[in-house]
C-alpha cells in the first residue's frame, strides 16, 4: 500500500509462541486491533513501539524503515508512543510537567512547554488540574493527562493498549467519548488494541482481529462486525455463527437445518435476541433426544442442551452446545423457565432472522 | 489494640528482647553519664579535638562525593543488570560491607604501599598515597561505598523500567531520562545511601588506622582522636568522651535524616 502512514508486517518468534501478522494504517487513521488474550496484540505493539524485534518483516512509519531484519531505530526515535492500560503518569512530576515532557525533550522552550501543556489538559477535560501532582488524580483523569501527554508529543503514529479497561464503565465512557473527540482532531495515526467492540465503533475506522499470532479478518469495523469470518470475530460482534453445509436449497448443521441459497461451506450469522427458548415435556437428556429423533422439529428448530447462563445487562445470556449457540433471556423467563446448565431445551430461529456467508 | 494484632509470639521472648535493647542503650546512656557538661565546651574546642572534627567532616564529605561519582554509575550498572550477573556483583559490592574494616586497610596497603602493585609506579612518578590525607578519603571511600550503592540499587530496580520506556517514546535521550526520570524516582535511596554513607565515612577507624596511620591534623580523624585520647596521649580523655557525644549525636541526626525520608519514599513510588 502507498500512502500509509503505519504499515507493519511483523514475524516474532518466542519460544512456542509465533507472531506473523500485517496491518497498515491511513495518515489520520485509527486502526482497531482485537483478539483473544495470548493472540499477540501486546506483542505486535511492541514491534511497532520498538520494544521488541522483528525476527522477518518490517515495521514502516511514513516512508521511514524503522524495524526490519537488520534495522532496528530504538524506541526514542520512532516518533510512536505508547499509551498502556496503566497511564504511567511520572509520580515525581506535576500533571502539567509530565504533559510538557515529550515537548521538552524535543527542546520546546519550557515557557512554551508549558503553555502548550495547560491548553492540552483543557482538551482532555481537564482545565486548571496542571499543577496536580499524578496520585491526587482519579484513575479516569491520570488516563486523560496520559493521552495529552502521548498527544502533545506529537507522535506520527500512537499505540492505545486496551487504555480503557482499567477504568468502570462510566468513567472509561467519558474517556471514550474524549478520545473519539480527541484523535480525529490531533489528526494521528492510532493503533487501538481492545476487547471492546464498542470501542472500535467509537474510535476506529478499520478493525484487525488476530487469533494466535496470526490477522483473521479486516476490513472496515462494520464489515468486521457484520460478517464476522471466524468464533472469536462473532463474539466480539455480539451474533452466533454456526457452520454447516448447504445443498440443493437447504442447509443443515447438526440438528438445525433452514432453508439457504448458498451451497458448500455456509456460516449462518444470527444474533442471541432472535432466539425463541422454550421447555421441552422431557425433562431428562435421554427423553428430550428420543422427542429430537423422532422428527418433531419444524425447520429452524432444534433441541439443545444448556451449557451455562451468563448474566448481561440486558438480562441472561444462555449458552447451549453442538452447535454452541447463544440465546439472550429476560431474567424473570430465566426464574420462569427453572433453566439451570445440562437442561434439555427447544430453540428456535426464524429463516429471516438468519443471514448466510460462506465459510 | 487486641491481642490477634499483635499476633502469637511466646510471651517469654520479652525478656532477651529487654536484654537486648538493653545492650544496645545502656553504654551510650553510660557514655552520656560520663560527659563533663562543665568542660564541654572547652573539650570540643581545643586545638586537637577541632583539628580531628575538621579533618573528619572534610575528609567524609569527600569520600561521600567520591562515592556519590562512581557509586550512583555502578548501582545503575547492577540495578539494570540480568538477575544472575546483579547477583555476581552485588555480592561483590557486599565484600567489603561485611569484611573487618582492618583487612580493608591491609588490602589498601598492599595495593598502594611502597611494595604493592601500584605503590612503586605511583612513587615513581611522585605521587605516595598511604599515610597521607588522600589515604583517610581512599578508606573512607572503600568501606562507605557499598552502603551507597546498595541502597540505591535497591530503590532504583524496586521503579523497575516501565517509567524510562514511557519517557524515551515520549522522545527523551539517555541523559534526559536519567536526570528527569531515573534518578528524581530513585531520589528515596539515593539520600537514604548519600547519609548512610557518610555516616560510615566519619565513623571509619579500621582501615584509616592501617592506611592512613594517626598523624594529628593530616590522618587522624574523630575516631582515631578518640582511640588515641584513651591511650593517653595528645588529646584528654574528656576530649575523647566530649568528640565521643559529637559522633553519637551525629548518628541520631543521620538516623532521624533517613527516617523523615520514609514517608516520601513510599509516596513516590506507587
Known sequence: MTGAALEVHAVVRRGHFALDA???ARPGETVAVMG???????????????????????????????????????????????????????????????????????????????????????????????????????????????????????????????????????????????????????????????????????????????????????G??????????????????????????????????????????LTGAVAALFRPVDVVLETVAAHTWTGALRLAESGDTAPGEWIARVERLEQTLAGVRVHTAEPGVAVDVPVDAVAGLGLVSGLPVRLRVDAASVRFVPA | MTGSERGFVPQILVVPAVFGLALLVVPLTALVGRVQW???????????????LALSVQTGVLATAVCVVIGVPLALLIARAGARSAALLRAFVTVPLVLPPMVGGVALLFLFGRSGWLGPTLAGWGIQIPFTTTAVVLAQTFVALPFLVLALEGSLRA???????????????????????????????????????????????????????????????????????????????????ALSLLLLVTAITVLLLVRAWRPAATGVVR
Open chain 1, 22 to 24: 500485517a496491518l497498515a
Open chain 1, 36 to 218: 483473544p488474550s495470548g493472540a499477540g496484540k501486546s506483542t505486535l505493539l511492541d514491534v511497532i513501539a520498538g520494544l521488541a524485534r522483528v525476527r522477518e518483516g518490517s515495521v514502516r512509519v511514513g516512508d521511514r524503515e524503522v524495524s526490519a531484519r537488520r534495522t532496528h531505530v530504538p524506541p526514542q526515535k520512532r516518533g510512536v508512543v505508547l499509551l498502556r492500560q496503566d497511564p504511567q503518569l511520572f509520580p515525581h512530576l506535576s500533571a502539567r510537567d509530565n504533559v510538557a515532557f515529550g515537548l521538552r525533550a524535543r527542546g520546546t522552550p519550557r515557557d512554551q512547554a508549558i503553555t502548550a501543556a495547560d491548553e492540552w489538559l483543557w482538551r482532555v477535560g481537564l482545565p486548571g488540574a496542571g499543577a496536580h501532582a499524578p496520585r491526587e488524580l482519579s484513575g479516569g483523569q491520570q488516563q486523560r493527562v496520559a493521552l495529552a501527554r502521548a498527544l502533545a508529543a506529537g507522535p506520527s503514529v500512537l499505540l492505545l493498549d486496551e487504555p480503557l479497561t482499567a477504568l468502570d464503565p462510566e468513567t472509561a465512557g467519558g474517556v471514550r467519548a474524549m478520545l473519539a473527540e480527541q484523535l480525529p482532531a490531533a489528526h494521528t495515526t492510532a493503533v487501538l488494541v481492545t476487547h471492546d467492540a464498542v470501542d472500535a465503533a467509537a474510535l476506529a475506522q478499520s478493525l484487525f482481529l488476530i487469533e494466535q499470532g496470526r490477522i483473521t479478518q479486516s
Open chain 1, 220 to 261: 472496515s469495523v462494520r464489515e468486521v462486525l457484520s460478517s464476522p469470518a471466524t468464533a472469536f470475530g462473532a463474539t466480539v460482534a455480539g451474533v452466533n455463527r454456526v457452520v454447516g453445509r448447504a445443498r440443493g436449497g437447504g442447509w443443515q448443521a447438526g440438528p438445525l437445518a433452514l432453508p439457504a441459497p
Open chain 2, 38 to 52: 562543665s568542660t564541654l565546651w572547652a573539650d570540643v574546642t581545643s586545638p586537637a579535638a577541632l583539628s580531628a
Open chain 2, 159 to 241: 521503579t523497575g523500567v516501565g517509567y524510562e520506556q514511557t519517557a524515551a517514546a515520549l522522545g527523551a535521550g539517555r541523559w534526559r531520562i536519567l536526570w528527569r526520570v531515573t534518578l528524581p524516582l530513585a531520589a528515596p535511596g539515593l539520600v537514604a545511601g548519600v547519609v548512610l554513607c557518610f555516616a560510615r565515612a566519619v565513623g571509619e577507624f579500621g582501615a584509616t588506622a592501617l592506611f592512613a596511620g594517626n598523624a594529628p591534623g593530616v590522618t587522624q580523624t574523630m575516631p582515631l582522636a578518640i582511640y588515641t585520647a584513651f591511650n593517653g596521649a595528645g588529646v584528654t580523655q574528656g576530649t575523647a568522651v
